[in-house]
């Protein structure tokens, strides 16, 4: 009997030290929505700078480019904790599916990741002709997500 007690204890303990190490940061779940709100942001903003250069409404220079995907490359990698945290659907502009469906959420997440991570190398090569297409590519897998887990 103690012996059952203490092993369930155990385990409560376990959890909620997990629970603990991934939710430490975010009191509440206003304080991830706005982290991760803001991240979007100025990943949007960064992103869409490389837009304009590629329709060409900006000048191409390799140092400009390269700047802002190494930005949305890095800051790519932050606002997924923020996304996961429960009940943080409410009050925000993500889908409850995005909970509900958290492993299909980070692989769109992860897919993501990859192609702005090609796209930061493809800066660094410094190709313009290999940088579009692949600007094009990670915006789709931006938008992917966006399609099945953000509101409009
Ligand atoms: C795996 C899903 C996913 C991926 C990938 C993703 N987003 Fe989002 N994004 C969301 C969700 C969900 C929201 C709504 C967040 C909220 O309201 O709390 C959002 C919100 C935004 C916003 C609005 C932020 C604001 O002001 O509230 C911008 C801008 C944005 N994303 C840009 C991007 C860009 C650019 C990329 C790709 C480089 C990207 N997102 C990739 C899921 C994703």
Known sequence: M??????VG???????LVAGVVYAQF??????IKYRQSVMSVTGTHFSWMGAVVRGEQAFTQEAFL????????????????????GSDKGSKMKP???AQ???FMELAKANQAEVAKLAAA??????NAIRPQFGTAGASCKACHDLYRIK
Not at 2 to 7: D, E, G, P, Q, S
Not at 10 to 16: D, I, K, N, R
Not at 123 to 128: C, E, H, L, N, T
């Open 2 to 7: 103690r012996k059952r007690a203490f092993a």
């Open 10 to 16: 155990l385990c409560l303990v376990m959890v909620g």
């Open 27 to 32: 009191a509440k779940t206003e304080d991830a």
């Open 67 to 86: 700047k802002n995907a190494d930005l949305v490359n890095a800051l790519i990698k932050l606002p997924w904790e923020a996304f996961l945290m429960p």
């Open 97 to 99: 599916e995005a909970l």
């Open 102 to 104: 958290r492993d299909k």
């Open 123 to 128: 800066a660094k090569a410094g190709d313009f």
